[in-house]
């Protein structure tokens, strides 16, 4: 069954988060006097010294291991500090001043320190990243969806309503799965039973990094599994693989990322679909536009409205506003799709069109709000426009959708 759930789930696996700037301020010069009162310090006993409360990360110092996590800075500039290194914190990170870029290569120093005595500050290569200092090397995350919507110019369909959960780990940002579940219903006018659909979903995926590269490969792999109470079948126990691949940049300028996936269902049907993606940033990394096509290949065109193949292209602009007022969301988001689908199985917001009606087009918005507590709100609103060339009918279906998510 065609569903309508349209919504953000990771915001992983695909999803772009938006950098922050960090403001730092100069130190006053120290005196003499108290360097040399700090060198008498120093000579007190190892026992005293084992004492000392273990120095918490400043905000200079998790911005230097955010800048090293993403390869702007190496890791032997990252461990030593040298005159060289500011200038080429400032060449490669155009978002910060010089002075920034001075206090970091500063901080590298003390940051080395730092790890001697808090031995729990990994800098591996791979591992390190300030998002994960206090979390340790596994954080989760979960969203609890529910939709509700309804049909126009339908004569069969009347109005659908689901509610879906989904379960997600990543392992210091380099692997990670996802689990969900979905159950939907959609009710049928003159008295034809509703049907009832059960949909999992099951994902992993790795990121690797190539030497001469400045990015980032991720390697996703998704499978769904649909059943229902769909009594000629052609709509139950649908089978997908959808793997994909993307790059992004350090510098998370643009992403490209090339998508297939291959659906089994019964009675003689098997869909085969390519997706390719481009993303950018502009407005100083403020806005974000992602365009998607779809290709898709029915192998039945018996079974697929005639269509031997369709064809369409999905866009979305997202924006994040400036500052912090609980009144506005803090993303905005406005997508739509132009052409044919059909059988799609799209591969942002992880939803399979399992039903043989063509869709025409359509246009979705996204406010989300962050709540602290690592919570995030999503409200959805979309509008899809759909063909019934069987019984030459046009019709569409509005839906509303509202997420609420948090971070462990």
Not at 89 to 108: F, M, Q, R, Y
Not at 157 to 163: E, G, K, T, W
Not at 224 to 231: A, E, L, M
Request: glycine share 6%; aromatic share 12%; hydrophobic share 35%.
């Amino acid at each position: 069954m065609r569903y309508i759930l349209i919504f953000v789930v990771f915001l992983s696996g695909c999803t772009i988060h938006k950098s922050k700037n960090i403001h730092t301020t100069k130190q006053d010069g120290v005196d003499k006097k108290t360097v040399k009162q700090t060198k008498k310090t120093t000579k007190k006993p190892q026992a005293t010294l084992k004492k000392h409360v273990e120095p918490e990360m400043t905000a200079t110092q998790k911005k230097l291991l955010e800048l090293y996590q993403n390869r702007i800075i190496s890791h032997a500039d990252y461990i030593k500090g040298s005159n060289k290194i500011k200038e080429d914190i400032k060449s490669k990170n155009e978002n910060i001043t010089l002075d920034v870029a001075h206090t970091l290569h500063k901080s590298a120093i003390k940051l080395k320190k730092i790890e001697k005595k808090q031995p729990r500050l990994k800098l591996s290569k791979d591992e390190v990243s300030w998002q994960n200092y206090d979390r340790g090397p596994w954080y989760t995350s979960s969203s609890l969806v529910g939709v509700a919507g309804a049909y126009s110019g339908s004569s069969e369909r009347d109005r659908f309503y689901s509610v879906g959960f989904t379960f997600s780990g990543e392992y210091y940002e380099r692997k990670g799965f996802l689990f969900g579940y979905t159950n939907s219903t959609i009710e049928f006018k003159d008295g034809v039973d509703s049907t009832d659909q059960n949909e999992f979903l099951l994902g992993i995926h790795n990121n690797f990094n190539l030497d001469g590269l400045k990015g980032t490969f991720d390697i996703r792999l998704n499978g769904h599994f649909i059943s229902n109470n769909d009594s000629s079948g052609n709509s139950d126990k649908v089978k997908v693989l959808a793997p994909a691949v993307s790059y992004l940049p350090y510098k998370k300028s643009y992403y490209l990322d090339l998508g297939y996936a291959y659906s089994l269902y019964q009675n003689d049907l098997n869909v085969n679909q390519i997706a390719p993606a481009f993303g950018f940033a502009f407005n100083d990394s403020a806005d974000w536009l992602q365009l998607r096509g779809y290709f898709i290949y029915p192998s039945n065109s018996a079974r697929a409205e005639d269509k031997d193949s369709t064809s369409a292209i999905q866009g979305k602009w997202t924006h994040w506003f400036k500052g912090s007022n609980s009144k506005q969301p803090d993303i905005f988001s406005l997508s739509g799709m132009l052409g044919e689908r059909i059988y799609a199985v799209d591969l942002d917001s992880l939803a399979v069109y399992n039903l043989a009606d063509v869709q025409k087009g359509s246009v979705g918005i996204d406010l989300t709000w962050k709540t602290g507590n690592d919570m995030t709100l999503l409200l959805h609103a979309g509008h899809n426009l759909y063909e019934k060339v069987s019984i030459s009918e046009n019709y569409s279906s509005t839906a509303i959708a509202l997420s609420l998510s948090k971070e462990w």
